[in-house]
Structure formats: C-alpha cells, structure tokens
C-alpha cells in the first residue's frame, strides 16, 4: 500500500516536472522562434518585430524598450530608445541613426549637427585625412608639402624634413641617390670628379672602361644589369612606388618591397589600396560626399565632414528627402525636405531639385539648376560659386583653370599660375619654394648662374674663378698649351663623343624635350627623361599620374560618364562629380539609379522604381 502510494506520487511529480518543462520550452520557443529575444539590444525578426514590451528600432534593426518623447530633458529627442542630443551625437547626429564616420587615425565627432572628426594624438587634419606630419613623405612638415621622388631611390620625411633613401648599393650625395662605382661626377666618393676625357670604372677614374662595360657618358656600366641604362645608354627603367626598378638581360623591370605586391606596372599595398583592396584591380565603391576606404583588405567607407552615414550613403539629413530628420525617414511623393522636416513647399530662394530644397547658387550637386553635377577634380574637391561650378584645392593646392597644382614646386605654374621655368645650357629648370631656377647637369658646375664644366672651359678651369690665357685651353681642369685626345672648341677642351653641348662636332648643341637632358652617344643626340619620369616616344610623361600613359606607355584611363579619369601610382581609377557614387567603376547617382539604389548594388526589382533612394512600388 505504502509502495503504491510512493509510486503514485512519484508518477505525479514526474507528470508536473514534465508540464514545468513543457512550459518553459514553450516560452523559450515562443521567445525564440519567429520573434526575436525579448532582452533589448537582440535583433529584430524578419519582419522587424519583437517580442511584447519591445519596438524594432528600424535602421538598426534592434528591439529596444519605446520611450516617450515626454521622459526625454529639453533639446533631447528619442532615438532608438534612448534620449540623445541630436547637434552633438555622433551616432545620431541631425537626426535619428544618422551616424558620422571618420578616417584611419581619428575618432568621429558631432557639432551643431554636423559630422566632423578629431585626430589622434601625434596626426594631423590634412583635408579629409590624419596625417603624421613628421614622418609623411606627402604632407612632409606641413599638409601638401610633397618630398620630391629621387631616381633609384625613394622620397623619405624624418622629423618633418624631406630626405631620400637609396637602393644599394647606392649612395646620397646632395640628395641625389648615385653610384660611386660608376658615376664620372662622383667617381668612388660625393665629391671626387673624373677630368675630362676620363671615364669612372669600378670606382676609379681610368681612360677606358674594362671589359664588358659600356662607356655612358663617361660612366662605365653593364648594360645588361644597370637600371639607368638598360640595353643601351639612354633607357632609364622606371621604379613603381613601393619598389625597385630592375634590369635583367637588357630588359626592364621591377621588384617590389615587403608588405608590396606586384599589379601590373605598380607596387600596391593591397592591405590599405581602396583600388586594390586585398586583390589587384578590386575598386571599393565610394559613395557620393564621402570616399572608400580599405583596412585590412577589406573594402569600407567613411563620409565626408558635414554628412553622416545612413545606411551605405553619405547624407545631409536637413534636405535629403530619403533620409528627412532622420535616417529612412522619407518625405511624401509631393513633399520636400527643407531643414530637417518634410514640407509641401521649398523656402524662398531655395529650389526643389527631387524633393530636396536647395540653393542651386552654392550646391555643387545642382549647380546653376537642378540636375548640373559640378566635376571632381585630382587633388580638389568640386564647389559651387555664384551658380558656377569651380574646384576647392586640397590644402597645399592651388587652383590654375581646372587643375590643382602645387605653386611651390610646379614647373609650368611656379609661384603663380602659367609661370613657366625657362630651360638653360647645362641645366635642368625648376621650381623651388616658388622660384624658377636651374640644376646643372652631372658633371657641371654653378658659376654665376650659369653651368659649366670646369674640367674644360678655359674661363672656369678647375674651379669658377680660373680663367686660361688667350693661348692656352683647358685640360682636366688645368690651363694648358694643348687639349690631347680632346677637340679644342673655342679653347675648350671637349668629348665630342658625349658632350651634348658639342656633339660630335663643335657648336652642336643637344636639346631635351620637359622634364629631360639632353645626351649625347654614337648615333648623335638623344635625352634621357628625369625622374620620376618615363620615356614614351620624343617626350617624357610621370606614369604613376599621368592618365593618358597610366602604369605604362600608352595606357590610357578610360572615360566614364559622370565622373574624372585619374591615375594613381600607375592604376587607373576614376572621381565620381558632386552627388555621385562610384560603384563598380561607374558613376551612378544612388537616389535614383534602379541598379544601385540607396547603395552600390541594391536592385529594384518588379514593379518598384527607386526614388531618394529607396525601391518604391509604381
């Protein structure tokens, strides 16, 4: 009897411990199954809900617990569930989830509802970026103070002062990377010159090179492996940033420096490159008012001051009718966004451009009228003035007609736009701080201006203030009564062989055509093209910018509607104009283009059109 009833109670507690669990899994299903967790801050279902208790809040798609605007302090609004202050939070900046971005080494901030960004400690603002102006070869000192690029060598900034590191087993001399083996001016130490007539071979001045080097212009190399003469005197291999200029066999080519990788004729860092974003050739979309970003080799984005993120898109939620006070909050068919609110009407002197209220005398998007895109330039950003479209130079830049250029160090707009450094004899123009002046060439020297060899002018033999009797010459930088092996021109003792002042034959003067020198060899005159210049064909061209021999000779960056060829270190990419997104390449306006509305990508599809951005059924 007793055994029965402990039986009975033990298949009663058995029975209750079963419907205990069968509750609990049912609430837990219940919680679990379509609707998201009832905790705040779990993700909403597929069809954005939660559980009892609980709102979805939409742009980010987490259940939150609602709070009235009335639980909020004054100048505080509910976003998300939660009471912000809309002029200075940078996760809800001008409206609801409107979040600002900010690039590598910053920190995103809000100000009277506009995004912003603080650097870190040690970087500096340039434009849109942090910089370390004590260690950036591009902003070296100061934004936009650009370290020149040495031939077989590369640009260096040491506590804010321009520098250059040489390959080896090149050496520096005033800046200049180059090879005491074989340079006549500087022939086994910087300031040891070889006379003339002499040549520079393994370091040593001799009268003729040894076996199996070439005598370039009194510099004895092996053609077949020296990068400054690969094949015959006057190539020059060109070095991609990142790397190293090679030649093999009397060919030309390139190795590239650790952390680089080889795309096609450019050393990228394919961890950081948004036009090679962890594989050549893999462009990251950049949206409108805001620029692509690469970390990690992984393709992102942020948005430039003044515009927040909703979404994949940089806006300004004061009269972006898509994103109207807040982000997805969108104005009616027959409503604009003027201030943060939708309205039937735009404010006088503001025009309605596809729901947006706008001054088409200072919006680059809708320049002089609706519609008018201002083009983006390299190194700038597109403005509109007076309801004409203009170009805001990067800091650093200044503005000659549709370019940015850098006054200080440009040699076709020096100190002032279309100021042109005038070539001279012996010399190399340029531009320094503003001021045109001349580099003498290798194995000339500076004597009141002007560049002379001072191992063969009898008005400046040995050094500037040395002058010949009338009937003595110069020789090896010694006043004497006859030139040797040498031709006496004019009292000059001269190599006609190499001299492209006097090649082969007295008074034949050589000429270059911009950024060259002219040489002088056996076929006569020719030039060789300066760094960081390449040779194509008579003239000399910078493949690492130039779009029109972008990466090589020849390659042209293609056209795209809507937006700006650049090249970029020898790769060609493209600027999108004001109000357009980059995406695969193209030039797209995101508000309206069915393929990639609201974002690269986002497709329209059946009977939705996109409109501010969003699919809407027609």
Known sequence: ???????????????????????????????????????????????????????????????????????????????????????????????????????????????????????????????????????????????????????????????????????????????????????????????????????????????????????????CVDVSSTPDHCGDCDTVCPAPAGG???????????????????????????????????????????????????????????????????GELCVDTSHDPGNCGACLHACGASEVCTKGTCSLNCPSGQSNCDGSCVDTESDPENCGKCGTSCPTRENGSPECVSGACGIKCNVGFQACGNSCVKLDSDGSNCGKCGTVCPGADNASPSCVDGKCTTTCNSGFTDCDGACVDTLASKNHCGDCATVCSANMVCQAGACSTSCGTLTSCSGYCIDTKTDPANCLGCGVACSAPANAVPSCGAA???????????????????????????????????????????CSNGVCSVACGAGFSRCGGLCVDTTTDNDNCGGCGSLCRGQRTCIAGICTRI
């Open 1 to 219: 009897m007793i055994a029965t009833r402990h039986s009975a109670h033990a298949a009663w507690r058995a029975v209750v411990r079963g419907i205990v669990c069968l509750i609990v899994a049912l609430v837990s299903l219940g919680c679990e199954s379509q609707l998201s967790r009832s905790l705040e801050g779990k993700l909403c279902d597929a069809a954005q809900r939660c559980a009892a208790g609980f709102v979805c809040d939409l742009p980010s798609n987490v259940c939150v617990r609602p709070i009235s605007a009335e639980s909020c302090r004054e100048g505080e609004t509910v976003c998300g569930g939660k009471c912000v202050v809309l002029d200075k939070d940078p996760a809800n900046c001008g409206g609801c989830s409107a979040t600002c971005t900010a690039p590598a080494f910053a920190t995103p901030t809000c100000a009277g509802s506009r995004c912003s960004f603080a650097c870190a400690t040690g970087y500096s603002p340039c434009d849109t970026v942090c910089v370390d102006l004590h260690a950036d070869v591009a902003n070296c000192g100061s934004c936009g103070k650009v370290c020149p690029d040495p031939a077989r060598g590369a640009p260096a900034c040491v506590e804010g002062s321009c520098g250059v590191s040489c390959e080896s087993p090149l050496k520096s001399c005033d800046g200049t990377c180059v090879d005491l083996a074989s340079d006549p001016a500087h022939c086994g130490a910087c300031d040891a010159a070889c006379p003339g007539g002499r040549v520079c071979s393994d370091g040593a001045c001799s009268d003729s090179c040894t076996s199996g080097r070439v005598n370039c212009g009194g510099a």
């Open 244 to 310: 190293k200029a090679t030649c093999t066999a009397s060919s030309c080519s390139f190795s590239c420096d650790l952390g680089f990788t080889a795309c096609g004729a450019g050393c990228l860092d394919l961890r950081s490159d948004p036009l090679n974003c962890g594989a050549c050739g893999k462009v990251c979309d950049a949206p409108a008012n805001g620029m692509a970003s690469c970390v990690a080799g992984e393709c992102g984005s942020t948005c430039n001051q003044g515009f927040a993120k909703c």
């Open 524 to 566: 006569g005159c020719d030039f060789v093209c300066s760094s960081p210049y390449s040779r194509c064909g008579e003239a000399c061209f910078n493949t690492k910018t130039d779009s029109s021999n972008c990466g090589k000779c020849g390659n042209a960056c293609p056209s795209v509607m809507n937006g700006t060829a650049l």
